[in-house]
């Protein structure tokens, strides 16, 4: 990329932060920040990380990702995506690098919408994830005005557990499984973000973007597309939120329209089917 040839990437160790290092590495010089040797959430160690290491950008993808987990853990999800990010920011304003961060869909809480959801409608989080991440876009624009705040949505892609994995497991396992299909969003290939997050963060203003695939669906059409992609024999039947009774809140409707990123550097994301596609292909898992 552009910027620099030294990069900073947070949660390298995860879905999004591992692909930006596949992308990246090979013609970059990397510091990768993770869990357990980096822990983002104090300000003295984050910082001296980061000042040690000089980078043109950082690249902070490291999250406490549990959805449901938060709504019991609420002192870790906000020290991690709320306090950790306040830290970043505040050390890339000192050193006058941009800092690119990864928000979530969940920050609307979909009561609202039935149509793709741009940058300028306003975010209404419900439950500690969302609260937390949103957390984390105040403290960005509080703190680092040189920002990308890159909102995306239902991640998979190699380097953690992911909805596509758990439900090639479980189909392989049982002959029914039961999907939410009362909660409508769009499946995001991690190896697709990270490209188009290095084009944005090359070219375009700074600024909040939405970069997830393109096209909606509900869980219950997800896991069918990949039980139906995969030839494995097994039943999906739809059910409700209610009946799955997570901890969580959940948006009912939030898919992400990509305003910012088409009427900037003109570029558009590829179908979430195409995707799925691709990342079954690549692991092998293509009927
Ligand atoms: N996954 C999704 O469906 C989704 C959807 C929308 C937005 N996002 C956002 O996209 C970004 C990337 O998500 P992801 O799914 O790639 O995340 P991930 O796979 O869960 O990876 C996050 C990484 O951050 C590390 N981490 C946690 N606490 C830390 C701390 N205090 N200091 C340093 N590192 C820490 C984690 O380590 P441990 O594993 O040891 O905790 C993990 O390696 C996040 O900001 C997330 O909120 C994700």
């Known amino acids: 990329m552009n910027r620099g040839n030294y990069i900073t990437i947070t949660g390298h160790k995860g879905i999004l932060g591992s692909q930006l290092m596949k992308l990246l590495s090979p013609e970059h ?31 902070h993808t490291a999250a406490y990702t549990d959805v449901d987990g938060a709504e019991s853990d609420i002192e870790k999800a906000f020290l991690v995506n709320s306090l950790a990010t306040r830290n970043l920011a505040l050390t890339a304003a000192e050193i006058d690098i941009p800092i690119v961060y ?7 809480c979909g009561c609202n919408y039935s149509a793709p959801i741009n940058e300028f409608q306003p975010a209404a989080p419900k439950g500690v994830y969302a609260l937390s991440k949103w957390g984390g876009e105040e403290e960005i624009r509080r703190y680092q005005p040189k920002h990308y705040i890159i909102r995306t949505s239902w991640l998979y892609g190699a380097g953690g557990k992911n909805f596509v994995d758990t439900i090639c497991k479980l189909a392989s396992q049982r002959d029914s499984l039961n999907v939410i ?40 059409e997800f896991a069918w597309e990949i039980v139906k992609l995969t030839g494995l024999h097994c039943k999906i039947y739809p059910i409700s939120t209610w009946e799955y009774n997570s901890a969580a809140p959940r948006p009912a409707y939030s898919a992400l329209d990509h305003l910012c990123l088409r009427n900037t550097i003109g570029d558009n994301m590829p179908h979430w089917r195409d995707s799925l596609k691709k990342y079954l292909e690549q692991t092998n898992r293509l009927k």
């Open 102 to 108: 990864f928000s979530t869909d969940f920050v609307f």
């Open 181 to 220: 299909n009362d909660q409508k969003g769009t499946p995001t290939f991690a190896a697709d973000l990270a490209e188009e997050t290095i084009r944005l963060a090359d070219f375009a203003p700074y600024g909040t973007y939405h970069i997830s695939g393109i096209g909606s669906c509900s869980w219950y």
């Open 29 to 59: 010089e990397i510091q990768g920040l993770d869990l357990p040797e980096n822990d983002l959430t104090d300000l003295k160690s984050a910082r001296r990380a980061v000042l040690k290491f000089e980078p043109d950008i950082i690249f």
